[in-house]
């Protein structure tokens, strides 16, 4: 199955809270991470949050974990339109052996549409 | 710098052309990364470079010949690709360590024709 699981398709109205949610199954894992994708472009890291930590709060954005059931959401506070973009949750793999380096595993993918 | 600069932005090519794409950055990033990303689907990791050495090629076809010249550069070569080719690109790099942050370039969308 899925390493890294999301809701595909999120619709809000402009300054409701639009919230994300992502289930993981590496349970060793030591940060999880959401990047935000805009049409036509690359992969940008919007937050991140520790594994011993239950909550990390930026701005608008506020990231809570519940390691007990492997869960990571992504609440963003007074949503604009320039918020419509694409949220992946991103959930690092064991590294290779003397790699250095490791692999992110991504969930599909939350396409968020603001409404006007 | 907190830049991954991918170049070019746009790519339209023959089955027959050979053609590269490149990938800078200049934060001292170690590990460098590419992705294959088709539309309205999670990237796919194709290659790691860890200290200019390739350390991981996920089964990726030898039409795509990745090159490290040094530690901030990263190409990847392309030749007699197929029109299932098409996506968008992504190179990324991060700093060398377990699960540290990678950073994406805006990508290259390529079309093949």
């Known amino acids: 199955g899925e390493d890294v699981e999301q809701s595909l398709f999120l619709s809000v109205r402009e300054g409701d809270s639009s919230v994300i949610n992502c289930t993981y199954t590496?349970?060793?894992?030591?940060?999880l991470y959401w990047y935000k994708q805009e049409p036509g472009a690359g992969l940008q890291l919007l937050t991140y949050?520790?594994?011993?930590?239950d909550m990390k709060q930026d701005q608008r954005l506020t990231v809570l974990l519940n390691k007990k059931d492997k869960h990571l959401s992504l609440r963003i506070a007074d949503t604009q339109t320039g918020d419509s973009a694409i949220y992946f949750c991103a959930d690092p793999l064991t590294p290779y052996s003397g790699a250095g380096s490791y692999q992110l595993t991504f969930g599909k993918g939350t396409k968020l549409s603001v409404i006007p | 710098d907190t830049e991954v600069t991918q170049t070019p932005k746009h790519l339209v090519m023959g089955m027959t052309n050979k053609k590269s794409l490149k990938c800078e950055q200049h934060?001292?990033?170690?590990?460098m990364y590419w992705y294959k990303q088709k539309a309205k689907k999670p990237p796919e990791l194709m290659f790691v470079y860890s200290y200019e050495k390739l350390s991981i090629n996920e089964s990726v076809p030898s039409r795509f010949s990745p090159e490290c010249p040094n530690s901030s550069l990263l190409n990847l070569h392309l030749h007699a690709l197929q029109p299932e080719d098409s996506a968008l690109y992504l190179c990324?790099?991060?700093?060398?360590?377990?699960?540290?942050?990678?950073?994406f370039g805006s990508g290259t969308q390529l079309s093949v024709l």
């Open positions: 949050i520790f594994s011993n930590m």
């Open positions: 934060m001292g990033h170690r590990a």
């Open positions: 590496d349970s060793s894992s030591t940060y």
């Open positions: 990324a790099s991060s700093p060398m360590g377990v699960r540290e942050k990678l950073f």
